[in-house]
């Protein structure tokens, strides 16, 4: 396999992360000094919650899984993650431990970027400091809405606001891939793997979705958002 150059390895970081593009070519060597790439099967840990933060995640191909591990075998999946952002964890900046575990979804191809280096950097360019604020800011506004979304919303609500979630954001389509099983879908809507079922069910009697045994077809997004607007539904 032909080794890449330095100018072809500057190119795929910056498309990584846009925020990349603020920097210097001496601070975009710096980074690549203190880097490395890993591949990752469906189901494999990538970051592990309650370990050091010494790196930060960029995705340069695949889905991940983004969630806090609860007692009794417990999660709640925040966000998937996809290619063109990285994986920013609170405890980074606070604790130097993970607060959350990355777990690959699909088969995955990750950057693994030295923090050290990047808190360096962020102290040395204040547009790449920004960049980091904003990206931590929007992550955190997610956690934030699914918050909000597992307090006031019954289950039809919630698992509306799932699917609104994996088409419009994820996937960006109506009709996509079930890449979640049944089981992780109720993890992103606080529900079990049962009653995600029967609520799927629902959905399809209101015409909302169809589903099958490997595909969800969103038939009409307004009536999901109605359904996640109405709280008492059900």
């Known amino acids: 396999m032909k080794k890449k150059n330095d100018s072809e390895e500057i190119v795929s970081l910056v498309s990584l992360w846009n925020n990349f593009g603020h920097l210097t070519?001496?601070?975009?060597?710096?980074?690549?000094?203190?880097?490395?790439?890993?591949?990752?099967?469906?189901?494999?840990?990538?970051?592990?919650?309650?370990?050091?933060?010494?790196?930060?995640v960029f995705i340069s191909d695949g889905l991940v899984k983004v969630y806090m591990e609860g007692s009794g075998e417990k999660n709640i999946i925040l966000r998937l993650a996809a290619p063109g952002k990285p994986v920013l964890?609170?405890?980074?900046?606070?604790?130097?431990?993970?607060?959350?575990?990355?777990?690959?979804?699909?088969?995955?191809?990750?950057?693994?970027?030295?923090?050290?280096?990047?808190?360096?950097l962020s102290g040395e360019n204040s547009s790449f400091s920004m960049g980091i604020l904003k990206e931590l800011s929007q992550q955190m506004f997610l956690v934030q809405n699914k918050l909000a979304s597992?307090?006031?919303?019954?289950?039809?609500?919630?698992?509306?606001?799932?699917?609104?979630y994996?088409?419009?954001d994820i996937f960006k389509k109506?009709?996509?891939?079930?890449?979640?099983?049944?089981?992780?879908?109720?993890?992103m809507s606080n529900m079990a793997k049962e009653c995600v079922v029967r609520v799927l069910n629902e959905l399809e009697e209101e015409g909302a979705v169809k589903t099958d045994s490997s595909r969800i077809i969103?038939?009409?997004?307004?009536?999901?958002?109605?359904?996640?607007d109405q709280t008492s539904w059900m």
């Open 150 to 164: 597992v307090a006031g919303k019954r289950m039809a609500g919630r698992l509306a606001d799932t699917l609104l």
């Open 218 to 228: 969103i038939l009409n997004p307004d009536k999901l958002r109605e359904i996640s």
């Open 25 to 56: 070519a001496a601070q975009l060597e710096m980074i690549l000094k203190n880097s490395y790439n890993a591949g990752f099967r469906p189901g494999e840990v990538i970051v592990k919650q309650g370990s050091p933060a010494s790196s930060v």
């Open 89 to 120: 964890d609170p405890g980074l900046f606070i604790s130097r431990r993970n607060t959350l575990t990355v777990t690959a979804v699909s088969r995955t191809e990750v950057n693994f970027v030295s923090t050290e280096i990047l808190q360096r």
């Open 166 to 168: 994996l088409s419009e």
């Open 174 to 187: 109506n009709e996509f891939d079930i890449v979640l099983s049944r089981k992780e879908i109720g993890e």
